[in-house]
């Protein structure tokens, strides 16, 4: 048997829903472009572009001017989105909308970004390969580090922020295992209603998230070896792609 792939993405659709799991991570079948998800990506493009830019430079009116070239880009790289995008300047006037946002919720000029979309990954088990990529992850001149991940929707209602960080939490643990250092801060930053949520992890939430980590891989493979992915409705189903094929609708 092939080593198992884990990243956070896989872990979700595994909790959310074992028969959406199968869909894209066993049959890995094709799935509808969601314009939220690719709206997201500009976004997250124009972002990862400011930070090459000098301390002064990244202000609000470089990333609107980088907007368009990595919209631009975008389009060549996926060129079905021009057809379903049907009214450019709302989709424009959206992702400007969002980049403002992320300028009320911290300084791009004011401290350096060490890495962008940096890839995490480790042997977890002889079974199970781990890895996901961080959208930044910034190494302080005094050592400390901090991973972010920006966010395109809105913030988690309350009680909910737990499970919105246990991403973070993933390539904390990939990144202390790795490296020997523990992450000071965690920080989601919500695009939609400009809110921040943080988080500084403890060795002993870091070894708990490696538990919960293990402890679904063994289920996934468990599920592999005995092709056994029960569907779970949810009202996530009502945004699936696989609605129409899933055992539970049909």
């Known amino acids: 048997m092939e080593q198992l792939r884990l990243s956070p993405s896989r872990v979700n659709d595994f909790t959310n829903c074992p028969q959406l799991y199968k869909y894209r991570a066993i049959l890995n079948l094709p799935e509808a472009i969601s314009l939220d998800a690719e709206r997201g990506k500009l976004v997250h493009a124009v972002l990862e572009d400011l930070f090459e830019l000098p301390r002064p430079e990244r202000n609000s009116?470089?990333?609107?001017?980088?907007?368009?070239?990595?919209?631009?880009?975008?389009?060549?790289?996926?060129?079905?989105?021009?057809?379903?995008?049907?009214?450019?300047?709302?989709?424009?006037?959206?992702?400007?909308?969002l980049l403002q946002t992320y300028f009320g919720l911290e300084d791009p000029t004011a401290f350096d970004s060490t890495y962008r979309e940096l890839h995490l990954e480790k042997n977890f088990t002889e079974q199970i390969y781990l890895h996901g990529y961080v959208d930044r992850l910034d190494v302080a001149p005094t050592g400390e580090v901090r991973i972010v991940d920006y966010k395109t929707g809105k913030s988690p209602k309350p009680g909910w922020e737990e499970k919105a960080l246990f991403q973070l939490r993933v390539y904390a643990l990939l990144y202390w295992r790795n490296e020997g250092v523990l992450p000071r801060l965690l920080q989601l930053l919500y695009l939609g209603d400009g809110k921040t949520v943080k988080s500084s992890p403890t060795e002993k939430e870091l070894e708990s998230t490696e538990r919960i980590l293990r402890n679904i891989g063994d289920e996934i493979l468990t599920a592999i070896d005995t092709d056994f992915f029960p569907p779970k409705k949810s009202r996530l189903c009502d945004w699936c792609s696989f609605k129409n094929i899933c055992p539970a609708h049909n």
């Open 61 to 97: 009116d470089s990333a609107l001017a980088i907007l368009p070239q990595a919209w631009q880009k975008q389009l060549r790289d996926k060129p079905e989105l021009e057809a379903l995008v049907t009214d450019q300047k709302e989709w424009m006037d959206r992702a400007q909308s």
